[in-house]
């Protein structure tokens, strides 16, 4: 069974200072992360994914997150947020392919607000 | 990117009635498809999973007969609330995968029931 838990489920942050959501994930099998963002009435975009290779992946809009292991965590980060970064994320995990689960199990999301 | 489309984005029907709901991926073949639900400010409630040409695979607790799925093509997965109520208004969110485990997903629709 997989699970992810995102703390926080409001963040608020100055623009042009640094975003930092939480993502902490528990999985029997080697995970794949993903973080995605939702703005109002609309569906999911995604943000980045972790799969195999390098930890730190860098994604669209100026977000990167680093899968830790040890950690069990995959935080998302921007160094400096912009007004439009204001919506919801949603960090994700699944199972690799050959592991027959095509499952996404969602944490239950951070709503961040920019404070101009 | 790959690029999922849903139809409609928004609609209201009258209680009793049914809806049905698109999902196709435009631009590439969906191995699976998936049918979300989300209640305000809440996470996404998988409700189930398609694969072409198969019967779809519920989730606990998810009404078969009242969430009717079909997945006629390797693009196409439709959702149907039968006989809506009040209780089913809700955004409606699918998302089709490749075989990277990648899942790419819909706009969302956000179904009233009056």
């Known amino acids: 069974a997989q699970s992810v838990t995102q703390l926080g489920s409001h963040v608020s942050v100055s623009e042009g200072a640094l975003v930092l959501l939480r993502c902490n994930y528990s999985s029997s099998v080697p995970p794949y992360l993903f973080w995605y963002v939702q703005y109002p009435n609309q569906g999911l975009q995604l943000l980045l994914k972790y799969t195999t290779g390098a930890t730190l992946v860098k994604g669209i809009n100026g977000f990167e997150a680093e899968f830790k292991k040890s950690e069990t965590s995959f935080h998302l980060t921007k160094p400096s947020a912009h007004m439009s970064d204001a919506a919801e994320y949603f960090c994700?995990?699944?199972?690799?392919?050959?592991?027959?689960?095509?499952?996404?199990?969602f944490g239950t999301g951070t709503r961040l607000t920019i404070i101009p | 990117g790959a690029v999922v489309s849903q139809h409609p984005s928004r609609v209201i029907c009258k209680s009793g009635t049914s809806v049905k709901i698109e999902c196709r991926s435009l631009d590439f073949q969906a191995t699976t498809m998936f049918w979300y639900r989300q209640f305000p400010k809440q996470s996404l409630m998988l409700m189930a999973t398609s694969n072409e040409g198969s019967k779809a695979t519920y989730e606990q607790g998810v009404e078969k007969d009242k969430f009717l799925i079909n997945h006629a093509s390797l693009t196409l997965s439709t959702l149907t609330v039968t006989s809506a109520h009040p209780e089913d208004s809700s955004f409606y969110i699918c998302s089709a995968k490749r075989t990277s485990n990648e899942a790419f997903f819909g706009q969302g629709t956000r179904l009233t029931v009056v």
């Open positions: 994700a995990v699944t199972t690799p392919p050959n592991f027959g689960n095509e499952k996404l199990t």
